[in-house]
């Protein structure tokens, strides 16, 4: 299939980039039955990949465990997160792995609709992947029967979003789909109990689905050889920023930011986003972390600064984007943001207090603690973490020298 | 009886609706959770704010209320659950396995304090200069948690333009905390849905479609959003120094009715506990501040079922007896004027099932103009006409241009409940320490038929009394004329009466069951109304229908706060003093015989009352230009 993307190019990898034919994980699938697939998959270990990092396993159990008279399977094609984009490579170059993963999770759970959030600006894809579900429909792949299976039916749709980051967050992305404002709802109840239309749904990302077929075709053992104790197989890398060789990269679970950094050819490099602007920006000191859940964790987003970046200003532009994004509905993350937003605005302007800085750090505290959903608990990470980490440079030196310490 | 089912109800505004076991005792059936280190049993599915609440721990709230759906927006009653990363919101997290919560720890601490900071940051306006002062529940939390300046910052230059284009509503976004108790009032539990959440993140508001003035908008007046917002975003078109001036000119001759819901509540405004009438009081204090007549709205109430009975007889005789097709029944009263809105807006091709009778207020306003000046020999011109009413709505109706049957404006100023107890205040006067004194003449005391026109039901109740008599030349058959099947707060209410051994004019209705309904809030007045689309009326006589949850005594002009309870003790005030009236039928007051004997003199729903106290309707429609 053709793709639009400059990078195009065969890519390699562990697990993800591995060979694959389409089917065949559906077909193994159906041969392992319901039960054997969960175990399979809870062998494998397979963490959510858009970032939270909730066990997949336990996510189907629970909706295959769920009595109702339908179940649904969502895609979450939202990317949003700044400095992502893998959901875009691997839906333009391996739809086959994203759309199998999806028809062997309707078939574990016993939903027969899928529905894929795909990001507004990605609505060029459209014509490309109906084309290619249009496909799997003549090959019976998806729709009655699928592969003369007795009632194994599933069908796919496609759903554009509007361009809202936090419908990335799987019940605003959920409301979004039943055509209410985007905004989170609360929980409990989960979405694998209550979700789309009030039933069990199970959201994904769209990585996570790319893994499924993989750890059913080859088995979870197969899949855990790389990465991790916590951390299993592999994952795709978003890179971009300060380097050589930005693009999509598929790195064991583990590996460290300075092999990373070297890999992609980066130099002079003086801090790494790890997780997007949602995520926590590390300096030097710290690139021997590894990529993983228990360490450094990531949806993929990975941003290189290098020395000549001004870290004030990137957290600026962070703060601003959470101020917009927040969907605006509870006190500590719509309010939050904005007090953060003026805080560093007020340090550009040289006109704080330490005792003002440290209070803003215990705002954002309870904004991971208080707000509710994910959006806004993790807004603050880049504030806590830019400040701490680069303190010398945002509060102890300009460009003419060293300034008066304040108290 | 019928349920209230399928309403919209985002889910991101309802907590996890978990049946609770009927029997407690059943395995399973309750939960043993830890309050800071207290084991409790709580009913399975619980919510941890009610099982606080029950073990006498307190917990802030501030976007929840008894009334609405759960929103988990403001976050300030999160608490501590072991085990869990981050703080939940008690309001909407059930109990379902033995967990242990801790609500008062340094992080809940914090984190109260850091959400009240961020509202006031954002608040606009000081304590001193606002409407709410005393009665405002961000305020009360300030208060609760010690805040004694602005962590972080405070709004100084107002952000939006108050919106006085409604004669109702005003609404000051200024003050909103965006803690969307309005938007679920008027979604939820109203069904208009006028106001909803606009924009993201620091720009998000509460608005109108586009956000058009609400005069422009479909909104039904009925201002029950105001009675459920914590802050002074919303109040109510105060005229009150309109009605000062009024009072301070001699040239004036200002007259006020007074309507039973405010009477039953007003009370509360002076720190008295829900549930105790102060007509008597009230009475004595009008006068004191200057009225110079105070008048009984429960005399054109009885006016009201004088009419609307009528026209229903005359309805029921054209469809009976002349079989007659273009007759409208059931036919749906007239008296609350958010219903009137919502039904020209939301139905308006069913304006014709109307009762063409004015609402009390405004037949007051006419008689007051004609009968009243004439009698007393007073100019139209010089009297002004002042209406004590529970309602936001009565606003925009006597503003409506057909409300001019007297040849001037019918009644000049409708004011609240809430307005009228600040009048009361400055103008030095402590309510419950008043003299009981009476009603003046010509229109004295009133029926108590007029009186339970407060609550649901009651017209229907009211109505039944006079109509069943005069058909059948004898009294409703209940004890004491307590026709039970009208009262209670269920949402729909259906019930008939058999009407038997008819005097002679009416005997064409021998045999007939009358059947009827009451509803209450505009949600429920929907569902009546789909039932008529769906042609399940057709055996159904008569319905009541008031726009506001509790009927008029629930009113978007009555003291803040409300809630069910709150609501029906104000029906037992209203119920109590009727059983104590020495008339309780309409048909039975003196005044109204004399008013048909010496003015209205061709009957009820003759020519002259047709001019003065019977009206037509506009088709509005849904649509906003």
Redesign the interface.
């Known amino acids: 299939m053709e793709t639009t993307l400059k990078t195009s190019k065969k890519r390699t990898g562990p697990v993800l980039f591995s060979n694959y034919q389409q089917a065949y994980g559906i077909k193994k699938a159906i041969e392992l039955g319901r039960e054997n697939i969960l175990l399979e998959l809870k062998d494998s270990g397979l963490k959510g990949r858009g970032g939270a990092g909730f066990s997949t396993a336990t996510k189907w159990m629970l909706s295959a465990a769920a009595n109702a008279e339908k179940k649904f399977i969502v895609c979450n094609a939202d990317e949003g997160e700044p400095g992502t984009f893998k959901d875009r490579v691997l839906l333009l170059e391996y739809p086959e792995l994203v759309f199998d993963g999806m028809v062997i999770a309707g078939f574990t759970i016993g939903a027969k609709i899928g529905i894929v959030y795909l990001r507004g600006e990605y609505e060029y894809m459209l014509p490309l992947l109906e084309g290619f579900l249009n496909n799997m429909k003549e090959e019976n792949l998806l729709g009655k029967n699928i592969l003369e299976k007795e009632g194994f039916d599933f069908d796919i749709n496609i759903r554009l979003g509007s361009g809202?980051y936090?419908c990335g967050e799987e019940?605003a992305l959920?409301?979004s789909l039943?055509g209410?404002?985007g905004?989170?709802?609360?929980r409990?109840?989960f979405p694998v109990n209550?979700g789309y239309l009030?039933y069990p749904t199970v959201v994904n990302n769209v990585e996570t689905l790319a893994s499924i077929p993989h750890i059913i075709y080859k088995g979870g053992e197969w899949f855990k050889k790389n990465g991790t104790d916590k951390s299993k197989g592999s994952k795709l890398f978003s890179v971009s920023g300060d380097c050589g060789k930005p693009g999509v990269y598929e790195l064991q679970w583990g590996t460290k930011i300075n092999e990373l950094l070297e890999i992609v050819e980066a130099k002079n490099c003086k801090a790494v986003q790890v997780g997007g602007a949602s995520g926590v920006c590390l300096p030097k000191s710290q690139f021997n972390r590894s990529l993983a859940y228990e360490d450094a964790a990531t949806g993929g987003s990975i941003i290189i600064f290098d020395e000549n970046r001004n870290m004030l200003k990137i957290l600026i532009n962070f703060m601003e984007f959470?101020?917009?994004?927040?969907?605006?509905?509870?006190?500590?993350c719509?309010?939050?943001?904005?007090?953060l937003l003026?805080g560093v605005k007020n340090i550009e302007k040289d006109e704080y207090t330490f005792s003002y800085i440290n209070?803003l750090k215990?705002?954002g505290?309870?904004m991971?603690?208080?707000?509710?959903c994910g959006l806004g608990?993790s807004s603050p990470n880049s504030f806590i973490s830019i400040l701490d980490n680069f303190k010398e440079e945002i509060f102890y030196s300009n460009s003419k020298g060293i300034k008066n310490v304040k108290a | 009886m019928l349920k209230r089912e399928n309403i919209r109800i985002?889910?991101?505004?309802?907590?996890?609706v978990i049946e609770k076991p009927i029997d407690i005792t059943t395995i399973g059936g309750t939960v043993t959770i830890q309050i800071n280190e207290k084991k409790v049993f709580v009913p399975f599915g619980t919510t941890i704010l009610d099982a606080c609440k029950e073990n006498q721990i307190h917990i802030p709230t501030l976007c929840h209320h008894p009334d609405l759906c759960?929103a988990?927006?403001?976050?300030?009653c999160?608490v501590e659950v072991e085990g869990l990363r981050?703080?939940q919101?008690s309001c909407?997290?059930?109990v379902?396995s033995p967990i242990k919560i801790h609500t008062s720890t340094e992080?809940v601490r914090?984190?109260r304090r850091?959400?009240i900071d961020?509202?006031l940051?954002?608040h606009y306006g000081e304590c001193y200069s606002c409407f709410r002062n005393g009665n405002c529940e961000l305020q009360s939390l300030a208060k609760e948690y010690g805040v004694d300046g602005y962590?972080?910052?405070h709004i100084l230059e107002p952000k939006y333009k108050v919106d006085k284009s409604s004669a109702a509503v005003i609404r000051d976004m200024n003050k909103c905390?965006?803690c969307k108790r309005c938007v679920r009032t008027c979604i939820d539990l109203q069904e208009v849905g006028v106001l909803?959440?606009i924009?993201?993140?620091?720009?998000?508001h509460v608005g109108t479609f586009l956000d058009k003035p609400l005069a422009d908008v479909i909104c039904i007046n009925c201002g029950q959003c105001i009675n459920r917002c914590p802050t002074a975003a919303l109040r109510a078109n105060d005229p009150s120094d309109e009605i000062w001036n009024a009072i301070d000119d001699p040239q004036k001759h200002v007259v006020i009715q007074t309507a039973p819901s405010p009477r039953a509540a007003i009370g509360e405004e002076f720190g008295i506990e829900p549930g105790h009438s102060f007509t008597g009081e009230l009475n004595t204090a009008l006068r004191r501040i200057g009225f110079d007549k105070v008048f009984d709205t429960n005399f054109t109430a009885d006016l009201t079922i004088m009419e609307e009975g009528t026209e229903l007889l005359r309805r029921l005789k054209k469809a009976v007896v002349e079989k007659d097709s273009s007759v409208r029944l059931p036919q749906f009263t007239s008296c609350s004027p958010g219903w009137i809105k919502f039904i020209e807006h939301f139905y308006p091709e069913y304006l014709d099932y109307l009762s063409s009778a004015k609402s009390p207020q405004q037949m007051f306003g006419a008689v007051i103009k004609t009968f009243y000046a004439k009698e007393s020999k007073i100019d139209p011109a010089d009297i002004i006409t002042v209406a004590l009413m529970p309602c936001a709505a009565k606003k925009f109706e006597c503003n409506r241009p057909e409300m001019n049957a007297s040849g001037f404006k019918d009644v000049d100023y409708g004011l609240t409940t809430r307005e009228m107890a600040k009048m009361i205040r400055e103008a030095g006067i402590h309510l419950p320490e008043m003299p009981k004194s009476n009603f003046d003449e010509p229109f004295g005391n009133a029926s108590g038929a007029g009186l339970i026109f407060g609550a649901t039901g009651g017209v229907m109740e009211a109505a039944l009394r006079t109509v069943y008599e005069l058909v059948t030349g004898r009294e409703v058959p209940f004890e004491n004329l307590r026709i039970e099947s009208c009262r209670g707060f269920e949402g729909i209410k259906q019930a008939s009466i058999k009407l038997e051994n008819c005097v002679e004019s009416n005997n064409f209705l021998e045999g007939v069951e009358l059947k009827f309904i009451v509803a209450h809030g505009t949600a429920n007045a929907k569902k009546v109304m789909e039932m008529l689309q769906r042609g399940e009326l057709s055996d159904v006589h008569f319905v009541e229908i008031m726009a506001c949850p509790g009927g008029c005594l629930g009113g978007g002009g009555q003291p803040i706060p409300t809630s069910e309870e709150i609501r029906r003790k104000r029906a037992q005030a209203i119920y109590e003093e009727e059983e104590g009236l020495p008339v309780r039928k309409s048909h039975e007051n003196v005044h109204i015989k004399y008013i048909y004997e010496n003015f209205l003199t061709d009957g009820p729903c003759g020519e002259l009352s047709h001019k003065l106290l019977h009206t037509h309707y506009t088709k509005r429609g849904k649509y906003i230009s």
Request: contains cysteine; positive net charge.
């Open positions: 809202a936090v019940t959920i409301e039943e209410y404002r905004e989170p709802r609360n409990p109840p209550t009030g959470f101020v917009e994004e927040s969907c605006g509905q509870c006190t500590p719509r309010v939050g943001n904005t007090k003026e209070k215990e705002l505290k309870t991971q603690a208080a707000s509710k608990q | 985002p889910v991101s505004q309802q907590a996890l759960i988990g927006v403001c976050r300030i999160v981050t703080l919101t909407s997290f059930p379902t992080k914090k984190a850091h959400i961020l509202l940051s954002e962590s972080f910052g905390i965006l909803e959440a924009n993201r993140g620091h720009e998000t």
